[in-house]
């Protein structure tokens, strides 16, 4: 069974910058995978996805300030995240995308503040 560890959060203030990993344990082909993030009393909510093919996506509110890369050698997926604003922290995870969702990982908690 896949699980995935996701690390590379931490407090930053507005304006900073941060890269996330996610590796994955298990079989894993590279299907289409993204990275999700939490806030306390919301629901999780898909921010930047890649395709098998490698093609990327944002949401309108991180386009232009995140970007998503893998390695595929290493089974693990990066979030370049820059110019981060106090609105992106959250707890963030990395997964298939629905409907090939696997159990989640811990996550790793990104705080922005001044």
């Known amino acids: 069974q896949v699980r995935f560890v996701e690390s590379g959060g931490g407090s930053v203030q507005p304006g900073g910058s941060l890269r996330l990993s996610c590796t994955a344990s298990?079989?894993?082909?590279?299907?289409?995978m993204g990275w999700y993030r939490q806030t306390p009393g919301k629901q999780r909510e898909l921010v930047a996805s890649?395709?098998?093919?490698?093609?990327?996506d944002y949401t309108d509110d991180v386009t232009g300030r995140f970007r998503l890369f893998r390695a595929n050698a290493l089974k693990t997926l990066f979030l370049e995240m820059n110019n981060l604003k106090p609105e992106d922290t959250a707890v963030y995870y990395c997964?298939?995308?629905?409907?090939?969702?696997?159990?989640w990982g811990q996550g790793t908690e990104v705080t922005v503040s001044p």
């Open positions: 997964n298939f995308l629905h409907p090939d969702i696997v159990s």
């Open positions: 298990g079989k894993i082909d590279f299907t289409a």
């Open positions: 890649i395709t098998r093919g490698g093609s990327t």
